[in-house]
Nanobody, 125 residues
Framework: QVQLVESGGGSVQSGGSLRLSCVVSGFMYRRYCMGWFRQAPGKEREGVIAISSDGSRRYVGSVKGRFTISLDNAKKTLFLKMNNLKPENTAMYYC???????????????????WGQGAQVTVSS
């Protein structure tokens, strides 16, 4: 059984930084796409950034140069480092895992089989 457990959310001021962690257990596939999604109140869940087993990374333009995704295979932990946070980045952030490599559909919530419980990120101006 695959489990994803997030931690590291919190409240910061605009321009601040946070790092989210997602511990993955029970995921036994050699190929994968692991991503971070976010959902703001009243909005749909959207893909933010993803990392694939082939080494590629995908991200939306609004986080380029500010958000970084990494995977520590030894610790089975996915990280999201967020710098220069803005109030519009306020949302619940979710990690997700899929047994296939990332592709053009990496931002689609239906691609992913397994999800974490979410971590709240609040950025104040």
């Amino acid at each position: 059984q695959v489990q994803l457990v997030e931690s590291g959310g919190g409240s910061v001021q605009s321009g601040g930084s946070l790092r989210l962690s997602c511990v993955v257990s029970g995921f036994m596939y050699r190929r994968y796409c692991m991503g971070w999604f976010r959902q703001a109140p009243g909005k749909e869940r959207e893909g933010v950034i993803a990392i694939s087993s082939d080494g590629s990374r995908r991200y939306v333009g609004s986080v380029k140069g500010r958000f970084t995704i990494s995977l520590d295979n030894a610790k089975k932990t996915l990280f999201l480092k967020m710098n220069n946070l803005k109030p519009e980045n306020t949302a619940m952030y979710y990690c997700a895992a899929d047994m296939r490599t990332c592709s053009g559909s990496w931002k689609s919530v239906t691609k992913y089989n397994d999800w974490g419980q979410g971590a709240q990120v609040t950025v104040s101006s």
